[in-house]
């Protein structure tokens, strides 16, 4: 006999074939099970965010979006590079500053793929480096996101002062997390070296936790003092069209069909309450 968990774990199986959903008497033959303990099972998935219920003219059941946050969570680095390539490419191009992808992982950020405008005909380079976390512009855009709780245990105590523009005041940084929530940018002007910035959006998916930034580099001079707007509107526009490139990657299980969700339950929002 079938212990209770495999049959969760069947029925997930079962329903990450059909991104469009399946009703319950399809989902019962091909599990080979009662429809009352197929109901029940599917009953339990939707209360946890696992499966959703959708109306597609009948009730139907696909994968739910906490289960699709484990997926995005869970992305390797190298089909998130894949899928950030051609995005770095034009904004190295565009603005002739080096750029990269940042990523959370446990208490780091760090560099998960780095453009530069001399190697976007070569490829990437991966050095995997850590950011400085009170002060990069990526770590900024991705922790802003977060709980303070969270946010607490990342922070290294105390925080060192690296240069004179490096904010060490919690109260400050948490004022500047605000802003950042608002605007979607985030910036470091001197504050991990002197003389060098940065500027970072953050990549905000629906449903999804922030875990990822894209950020420009390079001197105060080239990145804020010449071309700051015009800068602050690229790095914008290449965030939102990494949010769609990681959205269309993970549609196969998500809605590719409009439908109008019944489920009484909200949506399951990754993103820690602030």
């Not at 009662?34 to 099972?41: E, N």
């Amino acid at each position: 006999m079938d212990k209770p968990l495999e049959r969760y774990i069947r029925t997930l199986e079962v329903l990450s074939g059909f991104p469009n959903g399946l009703s319950l008497a399809p989902i019962a033959e091909i599990l080979d099970l009662p429809r009352t303990t197929v109901h029940r099972l599917l009953k339990g998935l939707t209360e946890t965010g696992m499966v959703e219920i959708i109306d597609r003219g009948a009730i139907c059941y696909q994968i739910g979006p906490r289960c699709i946050n484990l997926l995005y969570m869970g992305a390797t680095e190298e089909w998130v590079r894949s899928v950030c390539q051609p995005i770095l490419e034009d904004l190295a191009m565009q603005t002739g500053q080096s750029c990269f992808v940042a990523k959370l992982s446990g208490n780091f950020v760090r560099s998960i793929a780095i453009m530069g405008p001399d190697t976007r005909v070569r490829g990437y380079v991966l050095p995997g480096s850590e950011v400085v976390l009170h002060a990069a512009s990526s770590a900024k855009a991705i922790l802003a996101f977060h709980s303070l709780e969270r946010v607490s245990q990342i922070l290294p105590n105390p925080l060192q002062k690296l240069t004179p523009n490096t904010k060490v005041d919690m109260a400050e940084i948490i004022k500047e997390y605000e802003v950042i929530r608002k605007s979607r940018m985030a910036y470091c002007i001197g504050e991990d070296v002197e003389g060098y910035a940065g500027i970072a959006s953050p990549i905000v998916i629906p449903g999804q936790s922030v875990i990822y930034a894209i950020a420009l580099t390079g001197s105060i001079d080239s990145l804020i003092n010449r071309g700051r707007d015009l800068n602050e509107r690229r790095i914008k526009i290449s965030a939102e069209r990494l949010a769609q490139a990681l959205s269309s990657k993970l549609s196969g299980l998500s809605d590719s069909i409009p439908g109008e969700s019944v489920n009484a339950r909200t949506a399951y929002d990754g993103t820690l309450k602030k």
